[in-house]
C-alpha cells in the first residue's frame, strides 16, 4: 500500500488535467505517444461524445509505474454539469489536486470544482498550469486562490520564468531548480525568493505537527529530512496544502510533478482509515492488505463491446477472480469474474486487486455505481455519498413509437452511470421527467441513447402540475334524462360543495335518507365524481381540497342505473364549478439560492420577475444565502437564468413546499390553452 498513490485531477475546465496526464503515460512509458485534444486521440478522452465535443465529459482512469511505485490517476471533467464524475473521483483517490489555468486564475469551473469536494476528508492541493501562456502569473493565480477558497496553500515548486520564457521550477523542499529535465543553479533572482518561501513551508509544517513545532522553536528550522518528512505528513492529514506548477502541453516540470507525487503525496497506508456503516453505526477501520474485504463501486458504465464496466477501489483486503461477495446497500450476493487494471479504454487482466489499489470489475450482476462490495460474513458499508440535487428538468419521449418499450430500460442504464440524473413519471401530466444538474449533462444522455441504444429521443420542457379547486360554496343539482326507444337513463342527484384546506384532498359525505336514491347506487355517484374530478373540469387538471354531500335526488325503477348515477354526478359536479368560484394551483418551491454578494441586487430582482418571495437572507463567507418561494413555472427555466446573473457563480437548492392560487391573468391563459388543446 505504501508504493501507491491514488490522485484525482480536477478543478477548472479546460485547465489541462486531460493534457497532464498524456504527457504522464508518456513519459511512464504507460503509452508510446503524446495525445491531443484537439486531434480527438487523448487516452483519457475515448468516448465520441468527447471527441466530438473536445472536452472531458466522463470520468477517466489510468495507471502508470514510476520510481517503483503505481500512480492510479483519475481524470475527472471540470463542468459542474459533471459534477458526480468529480465526486466518483474523490472517492477512489486520497489526494484531490485541483488544476488551474495560469492565466484564468480562480475562475468559475475551479470555484464549482472547490465548493464540490473542498469538505471531503482527502489531502487537497493545486497545480498551477499553462504557465508558457501568454498572460501567465504563477503570484496573481496563488493569490487569487488563497482569496476564494479561505485557504492558504504553500508552493513546493516556484516557477523559472513566465509566458514564452516558463523553462523549469524550482522545488523548494529539495532546493534545486530544474530546467529541461536537468539539476541547473537556482537563478539569482530567485535565491531569496527561494530563502524566503523555504521559511515559510518551515512555518507551516511545524506548526502541523506539535514535536516538530517544539524543535522548530528550539532550534530556530528544521534539518531537510524532517522538512522532507513533516511535509509529507502534514499534506496527509490536511494540515498542509501544496502547490505545484508546471506547463503541461509544452512538458515542462512534468517529470518534476511526476516525482512530487511521490515524494510529498500521501499513499493509501499513510491514509489508512475509513469510517464505515456497520448495523446503523459508524465503524472506523484500519485499512490493511490482511484485513477484512472492502471495496467500493465509484463509478460504473456501459461499454457497448464488453458489457457493464465498474470502476472499483479496494480500500481493505484483497478483492480476486472468482470471489463471492456481499452487496448490502442491496442485500444481495454477487460474484467477482474477470478484473483489469485500466489505462483509458485499454485494459490488462488481474486476478485480484489488493488493498489501496483501482481497478475494473465486468459483468456484476448486482452491484453498480454506489455500491459497497465485501466479505460475505461481515456488512461494512460505505456511507451514502451525498449528490447535488437537480436543477434542471427536460421531458423525454422516444421520436419513434417503435422505440417506446426500449427507452425505459435504457435510460436507467444510462442513470446507473450518473446517480444525479434522475427520472420520474408525473402520474398527472404522463410526462418523463429528467432531472439533473445542467443542460450538457441531459444533452450527454440523448446522445448516448443514440450512440449506444440506437434510440432518437426529443427532450421539452415539462408540463406543470396544476391542479383545479373552488373558493366558494354551491348548491346545486342536476337531472339525467334520456329516452330513446326501450329502456332509458334516469338519475337526479343534489349536491352541497364546500371548498377544503389545502391539501385535505376530496371527501365525499352520503346524507341521503328516506331511500330517494337507492343506496346500491351511492358509490356509482362517487365514482362518477372521482372521474371528473380527475380529468379536471375549467383546464384539465386533477380538482383537489372539495367536499362534495350528495343529500337528495330521485330515481326511476327502470330507467335508473349505476350509468345514469355516475353521468348525473359528473355533471352536477360541472354544475357546481360554474358557481363555486373556481381557481388553477401551482406547484410553489422552496430555494436556497447562494450567490457572490455582489450578484445580490441582480438576483433579488430577477428572483421578483419570476413572481418569487424572499424570505429572508444571511452571509457565509463570501456568499450569501437567499431563502425563496418560486413557482415551478419558474424554477423550470430557473438555472440559465441565475448562471447568467452570477457568471455562472450561482448555484440553488430546491424543495417542494406547497400549492398556491395562479394568478388570474396567468390562470386564464393557462385555461385559454387547455381548451384550445381540447379544440
Not at 63 to 74: A, D, G, T
Not at 491 to 514: D, M
Request: proline residues 4%.
Amino acid at each position: 500500500m505504501k508504493d501507491i498513490r491514488n490522485i484525482a485531477l480536477v478543478g477548472a475546465s479546460g485547465a489541462g488535467k486531460t493534457s497532464l496526464v498524456e504527457q504522464i503515460l508518456y513519459h511512464a512509458k504507460a503509452t508510446t505517444r503524446v495525445g491531443k485534444i484537439e486531434e480527438g486521440n487523448t487516452v483519457m478522452d475515448f468516448s465520441a461524445e468527447e471527441i466530438e465535443k473536445g472536452i472531458s465529459m466522463v470520468l477517466g482512469m489510468a495507471n502508470y509505474n514510476w520510481n517503483n511505485c503505481k500512480v492510479n490517476i483519475l481524470d475527472a471533467p471540470g463542468s459542474a454539469d459533471f459534477a458526480c464524475e468529480q465526486i466518483s473521483a474523490a472517492i477512489g483517490a486520497e489526494t484531490l489536486l485541483f488544476m488551474v489555468n495560469a492565466v484564468s486564475g480562480f475562475e468559475v469551473s475551479l470555484e464549482q470544482s472547490y465548493e464540490l469536494l473542498k469538505d471531503r476528508n482527502l489531502s487537497q492541493g493545486f497545480i498551477i498550469n499553462r504557465m508558457d501562456s501568454d498572460g501567465a502569473d504563477f503570484n496573481k493565480t496563488l493569490e487569487a486562490i488563497r482569496e476564494n477558497t479561505g485557504v492558504n496553500p504553500v508552493p513546493i515548486f516556484l516557477p523559472i520564468g513566465a509566458e514564452h520564457k516558463f523553462e523549469g521550477v524550482v522545488d523548494i523542499i529539495k532546493g534545486k531548480a530544474f530546467v529541461q529535465g536537468k539539476t541547473v543553479d537556482i537563478p539569482g533572482d530567485l535565491v531569496d525568493i527561494v530563502e524566503e518561501s523555504k521559511l515559510s513551508l518551515m512555518e507551516a509544517v511545524a506548526e502541523s505537527d506539535d514535536a516538530l513545532l517544539e524543535k522548530y522553536f528550539d532550534a530556530g528550522e528544521l534539518t531537510d529530512k524532517e522538512l522532507s518528512q513533516g511535509i509529507k505528513n502534514a499534506i496527509a492529514k490536511g494540515a498542509l496544502i501544496p502547490v505545484f506548477t508546471c506547463s503541461a502541453t509544452h512538458d515542462i516540470a512534468v517529470k518534476e510533478l511526476m516525482d512530487a507525487f511521490l515524494d510529498y503525496l500521501p499513499s493509501p497506508a499513510d491514509k489508512n482509515e475509513i469510517s464505515l456503516i456497520k448495523d446503523d453505526k459508524v465503524e472506523t477501520i484500519s485499512c490493511k492488505l490482511e484485513g477484512d474485504l472492502v471495496a467500493y463501486i465509484f463509478k460504473s458504465f456501459s461499454d457497448p463491446n464488453v458489457g457493464d464496466i465498474a470502476y472499483v477501489r479496494v480500500f481493505s483486503g484483497v478483492l480476486k477472480n472468482g470471489m463471492d461477495v456481499k452487496i448490502p446497500e442491496k442485500d444481495e450476493k454477487d460474484k467477482i469474474g474477470s478484473m483489469f487494471f485500466v489505462v483509458g479504454k485499454t485494459r490488462k487482466d488481474t486476478n485480484e486487486i489488493k488493498a489501496g489499489d483501482i481497478g475494473a470489475l465486468v459483468k456484476l450482476r448486482n452491484a453498480r455505481g454506489f455500491d459497497t462490495i465485501c466479505a460475505q460474513n461481515t456488512s461494512l458499508q460505505y456511507p451514502e455519498v451525498e449528490i447535488p440535487s437537480p436543477v434542471y428538468w427536460q421531458t423525454i419521449k422516444a421520436i419513434n413509437q417503435s422505440d417506446e418499450d426500449k427507452i425505459g430500460a435504457a435510460i436507467t442504464k444510462l442513470m446507473d452511470e450518473d446517480p444525479t440524473l434522475k427520472m420520474q413519471i408525473n402520474t398527472e401530466t404522463t410526462e418523463n421527467v429528467l432531472s439533473g444538474i445542467g443542460e450538457q449533462q441531459l444533452l450527454l444522455l440523448k446522445k448516448k441513447l443514440k450512440s449506444r441504444y440506437k434510440i432518437e429521443a426529443e427532450l421539452q420542457m415539462p408540463s406543470i402540475p396544476y391542479k383545479e379547486t373552488i373558493r366558494g360554496n354551491a348548491d346545486i343539482s342536476y337531472k339525467h334524462k334520456k329516452q330513446t326507444g326501450g329502456r332509458g337513463q334516469y338519475a337526479e342527484v343534489y349536491f352541497k360543495v364546500y371548498p377544503l384546506q389545502r391539501g385535505e384532498g376530496f371527501e365525499f359525505k352520503n346524507s341521503i335518507v328516506g331511500g330517494v336514491i337507492p343506496s346500491k347506487f351511492i358509490p356509482a355517484i362517487e365514482k362518477g365524481l372521482n372521474e371528473v374530478l380527475a380529468k379536471g373540469i375549467i383546464s384539465g387538471h386533477l380538482v383537489v381540497d372539495i367536499k362534495v354531500e350528495v343529500y337528495y335526488g330521485s330515481y326511476h325503477d327502470v330507467d335508473s342505473s349505476e350509468m345514469a348515477f355516475k353521468i348525473a354526478s359528473s355533471q352536477a359536479m360541472k354544475k357546481a364549478f360554474d358557481v363555486a368560484n373556481p381557481i388553477l394551483l401551482e406547484p410553489i418551491y422552496e430555494l436556497q439560492i447562494i450567490i457572490p454578494t455582489e450578484s445580490m441586487g441582480d438576483v433579488m430582482g430577477d428572483v421578483s420577475t419570476r413572481r418569487g418571495k424572499i424570505l429572508g437572507m444571511e452571509q457565509k463567507g463570501k456568499k450569501q444565502i437567499l431563502n425563496a418561494l418560486m413557482p415551478l413555472a419558474e424554477l423550470f427555466n430557473y438555472f440559465p437564468s441565475l448562471k447568467s446573473l452570477t457568471q455562472g457563480r450561482g448555484k440553488f437548492t430546491q424543495k417542494f413546499s406547497n400549492y398556491e392560487k395562479v394568478p388570474d391573468d396567468i390562470a386564464a391563459k393557462v385555461i385559454a390553452e387547455a381548451n384550445k388543446k381540447e379544440d
